[in-house]
T-cell receptor
């Protein structure tokens, strides 16, 4: 079993839909990161969480340390949100990654 | 403020050769980490440097090595290249080790033939 599990692997949505991507992990962490990767390779850090909830524009990330679970929500999704979203856990300088969720938002 | 800069962006090497990749972090960032991304294995952690010291190393063979200079710039080296080393190599920097936002470079695409 992978230390970081993401679901779903692939997700197709219509523009405007509310999207949730889940991440469960089995190791102790100092922080959890949500990353976005567009075709071509570039990765952008969306959130870094150690507790609670963060919001940035249409994106919301939550983490439950006791349950070892985090979610990334996208409200009012848009085709430009199409990308791979990756959950990464920071275990004292040792990063472990989920396999990623490929999101496609259709107009 | 300049972002994380990686060079070269693309390179092709032959099996058995070695390669050196360079990473210039964001000014003021002291932590530099390296990652390998392949279609089969996804993103994997290679190593992390902070103030010229390797703080952690992923599960890669000794052919993969790195270093960090006093100006925080970092290099990674892969010796005796194998076909399976073909990958996107990503560098990221942050202010300090662990628990800080990480900023990624665009990556170096390595093809081994």
């Amino acid at each position: 079993k992978n230390e970081v599990e993401q679901s779903p692997q692939n997700l197709t949505a219509q523009e405007g839909e509310f999207i949730t991507i889940n991440c469960s992990y089995s190791v102790g962490i100092s922080a959890l990161h949500w990353l976005q990767q567009h075709p071509g390779g570039g990765i952008v850090s969306l959130f870094m969480l150690s507790s609670g909830k963060k919001k940035h524009g249409r994106l919301i990330a939550t983490i439950n340390i006791q349950e070892k679970h985090s979610s990334l929500h996208i409200t009012a999704s848009h085709p430009r949100d199409s990308a791979v979203y990756i959950c990464a856990v920071d275990n004292n300088n040792d990063m472990r990654f989920g396999a990623g969720t490929r999101l496609t938002v259709k107009p | 403020k300049a972002g994380v800069t990686q060079t070269p962006r693309y390179l092709i090497k032959t099996r058995g050769q070695q390669v050196t990749l360079s990473c210039s972090p964001i000014s003021g960032h002291r932590s530099v980490s390296w990652y390998q991304q392949t279609p089969g294995q996804g993103l994997q952690f290679l190593f992390e440097y902070f103030s010229e010291t390797q703080r952690n190393k992923g599960n890669f063979p000794g052919r993969f090595s790195g270093r960090q200079f006093s100006n925080s710039r970092s290099e990674m080296n892969v010796s005796t290249l194998e076909l399976g080393d073909s990958a996107l190599y990503l560098c990221a920097s942050s202010l300090r080790s662990s628990g800080n936002t990480i900023y990624f470079g665009e990556g170096s695409w390595l093809t081994v033939v």
